[in-house]
């Protein structure tokens, strides 16, 4: 069993890693003026890496919801046991996918004349 510092510790080495990895992704396949498909898709991938879920109803920790997702799938009972972390995976990638969206157009708005 992990203690809550290790637990800690590693969420926060996945989010660091998430996020480095949604810059690299900015950064080497999308245009320099992020467009608003552009804004979505990286939202969409954001939102996919880093929402989290209980692997769970009798977990207290909280795990990616799509390594949850996965494992509980292939691993665990089938899909029903990844049904909720998949909504939640779900609606992160929907929410993920709105903010890039409008943070694209915003950011669009800004640099034209």
């Given at each position: 069993?992990?203690?809550?510092?290790?637990?800690?510790?590693?969420?926060?080495?996945?989010?660091?890693?998430?996020?480095?990895?949604?810059?690299?992704?900015?950064?080497?396949?999308?245009?320099?003026?992020?467009?608003?498909?552009?804004?979505?898709?990286?939202?969409?991938?954001?939102?996919?890496?880093?929402?989290?879920?209980?692997?769970?109803?009798?977990?207290?920790?909280?795990?990616?919801?799509?390594i949850?997702?996965?494992?509980?799938?292939?691993?665990?009972?089938?899909?029903?046991?990844?049904?909720?972390?998949?909504?939640?995976?779900?609606?992160?990638?929907?929410?993920?996918?709105?903010?890039?969206?409008?943070w694209?157009?915003?950011?669009?708005?800004?640099?034209?004349?």
């Amino acid at each position: 069993m992990m203690t809550v510092q290790s637990y800690l510790t590693a969420m926060l080495i996945y989010w660091v890693v998430a996020l480095i990895g949604i810059l690299l992704m900015r950064k080497l396949w999308f245009d320099t003026p992020l467009t608003s498909f552009g804004g979505l898709m990286l939202g969409l991938m954001g939102g996919v890496l880093l929402v989290p879920a209980f692997p769970g109803p009798e977990v207290q920790s909280m795990a990616p919801a799509l390594i949850v997702a996965v494992f509980n799938t292939l691993f665990g009972e089938g899909f029903e046991s990844a049904l909720n972390p998949a909504l939640w995976l779900l609606g992160g990638a929907l929410l993920g996918a709105v903010a890039g969206f409008f943070w694209a157009r915003r950011r669009a708005g800004r640099t034209s004349p």
